[in-house]
Each structure stands twice: as structure tokens, then as C-alpha cells.
């Protein structure tokens, strides 16, 4: 279960104050992958980001239950002069994982040859997605954050990836990010749109692409007036 009370998040520059969303309260049911849903720059990965606590809101906090993991993608737990095979070990250590077990998933999944014993700031960005989802992959979290990660690599990985990300999700919730609507109704069974500031959830992910797209159209529209 995920409780947000009275959530905000504002970015304070030389330019002046960016609000991205102000006095969000919502409790996220159990039991559900939502798709998260929102323009560019709606404040989606932002929003992930404090859900899993690597970024603190400005006011308003996030009530957790269970394990839940970091936003699997940007690979921003992750330490760069660490290599692949540290920066596994590591995070088994943290999580109460056997680290030998782990890192042999990982290594076999990612399939980043010689790369997996190299720094991490060596990497691509595809590679740093491939070790997150396989790091990820290989902890049972009881919510998985997703940000675009399925989308990363060949198409025999992003085949492997959602395999087993549909396998994981047999035990566990989700919250995803995607710009691809036939990855939100393949993985997503309800659904929460980020629109300035405010959210909504919606009980069928059907429900809130539609009112996502319309948004959209919205926009475009009073773009071209």
C-alpha cells in the first residue's frame, strides 16, 4: 500500500520557483499495476522518484508499505565508479539478497559481457537499463517502479524483459511510466494521469488513456488558436 499526503514538489532556480504538483492526496489501492500517465514534463518521473524515496518532496510525506523498489531505469541508485558486479553485490547486501545468487541472475540476464566488471560510467545508457531491470528484477520487491525501462536494448531483450517483468507482476504491484499505450494496456490494469499538478486515478487503465489522449488533444488544440 501507497499513501500520498499532501504531497508537493517544487524546484527552486535562479529563474524563480517551478511548482510541479501542490497538495496531492491519494491512496494507491494494493493488488494493481497502475500505468502513470502524463504529458512530458508533467512531473511522472518526479513523482516515481519520491514514491520511492530518492528524492524528498517539498511538503507532504509517502506512507509505504512493503518493499519498494527504486525507479528502475535511470539507474540512479547506482554508484559510477562501482562496476556492474559491485554495485549488484552491493544492493543485495542492503536488501537481504544473497549477493552470489543475485549477481549470477544479473550477469546472465543483463548480458553485458566483460561490461558487467566494469565502472559504471562506462556504460551506455541501454546498459545502465539493462543492469537496473536485471538487478530489479532479481530482488521480490512487492512494488516495482518502471520508467520506460521495458523499452531498453535489442528486441530479444525487450521480449525477455517483459516476460519477466509479467512474471514478477504475478506477486507484486507496479506503477509504470511509458509513451508506448499498447505497453500500458499489455502491463497496466488501472491507471493514475499526472495533469497540472493535480491526480487522478482510474479504476481501468482503459479509462485513463482516454482521458489521457484527450488531455493531449486538448492541448494541441489551444496550441494552434
Not at 494507491?28 to 508533467?42: D, E, F, H, T
Not at 520511492?52 to 512493503?66: D, E, F, L, N, S
Not at 519498494?68 to 562501482?82: D, L, Q, R, V, Y
Not at 519477466?164 to 506503477?175: P, T, V
Request: proline share 3%; glycine share 10%; charged share 25%.
Amino acid at each position: 500500500m501507497i499513501q500520498l499526503e499532501n504531497l508537493s514538489k517544487v524546484f527552486f532556480t535562479h529563474t524563480g520557483d517551478h511548482t510541479v504538483f501542490k497538495g496531492l492526496s491519494l491512496s494507491l489501492p494494493p493488488g494493481r499495476s497502475l500505468g502513470l500517465l502524463g504529458r512530458n514534463g508533467a512531473g511522472k518521473s518526479t513523482l516515481l522518484q519520491i514514491i520511492a524515496g530518492t528524492m524528498q518532496p517539498t511538503t507532504g510525506r509517502v506512507i509505504r508499505k512493503g518493499m519498494i523498489s527504486w525507479p528502475i531505469g535511470a539507474a540512479s541508485s547506482f554508484h559510477p565508479e562501482m562496476t556492474g558486479l559491485q554495485n549488484t553485490r552491493f544492493l543485495a547486501r542492503i536488501y537481504g539478497i544473497d549477493s552470489d545468487s543475485l549477481a549470477s541472475f544479473v550477469e546472465d540476464f543483463a548480458d553485458i559481457g566483460k561490461h558487467f566488471y566494469m565502472p559504471l560510467r562506462t556504460y551506455s545508457s541501454g546498459m545502465k537499463s539493462r543492469l537496473s531491470f536485471g538487478v530489479a528484477m532479481g530482488i521480490p520487491f512487492d512494488t516495482y517502479l518502471i520508467d520506460e525501462v521495458t523499452g531498453a536494448g535489442d528486441a530479444s531483450f525487450k521480449e525477455k524483459s517483459k516476460s519477466l517483468f509479467r512474471a514478477r507482476m504475478n506477486n507484486a504491484d507496479a506503477i509504470m511510466i511509458s509513451h508506448s499505450m499498447s505497453e500500458m494496456r499489455n502491463f497496466c490494469d488501472s491507471g493514475l494521469v499526472l495533469h497540472n499538478g493535480e491526480l487522478e486515478f482510474f479504476d481501468k487503465i482503459e479509462n485513463a488513456i482516454e482521458r489521457h489522449e484527450n488531455l493531449l488533444e486538448d492541448m494541441k488544440r489551444k496550441k494552434i488558436r
